[in-house]
């Protein structure tokens, strides 16, 4: 399992948020350096996100949630056209779970297992 996995869901609808883009950054001297992107699935989530064998290093980082993309192919409109969570590592190697939970007019995450 890689270290880092994200879980999307639709608090209004009761339901995962499928086909929602979302890019992971690492914050680094000249800026922010793209590692990894994809759509989540049915189930909100991203399967193979990162490949098993990338190790991330201790630092900062930006998962990147185009909420707005998910919201107008729901025919919905959302406050938020994308939501950033940064967050910090460390080098203990574990696993993070970055889930967002989503409606139109808000979200909440926290740091998952």
């Known amino acids: ?3 880092i996995t994200t879980h999307v869901l639709d608090t209004t609808r009761g339901l995962p948020a499928k ?3 979302i890019t ?3 914050q680094t001297k ?3 350096k ?4 994809g759509v989540t699935n049915t189930d909100g989530r991203i399967k193979g996100f990162l490949s098993d064998d990338v190790k991330l290093s201790a630092g900062i980082y930006r998962m990147h949630f185009e909420t707005g993309v998910y919201f ?3 025919n919905e409109t959302g ?3 994308y939501v950033d969570i940064v967050f910090e590592l460390d080098d203990g190697g574990s696993h993070y779970h970055i889930p967002l939970l989503l409606t139109a007019y808000g979200y909440s995450t926290y740091r998952g297992s």
């Open 72 to 74: 107008k192919s729901n």
């Open 24 to 26: 992971l950054f690492i």
């Open 19 to 21: 086909n929602l883009p």
């Open 1 to 3: 399992m890689s270290q």
């Open 30 to 32: 000249e800026g922010w």
């Open 79 to 81: 406050f938020y056209p």
């Open 34 to 37: 793209k590692l990894a992107g």
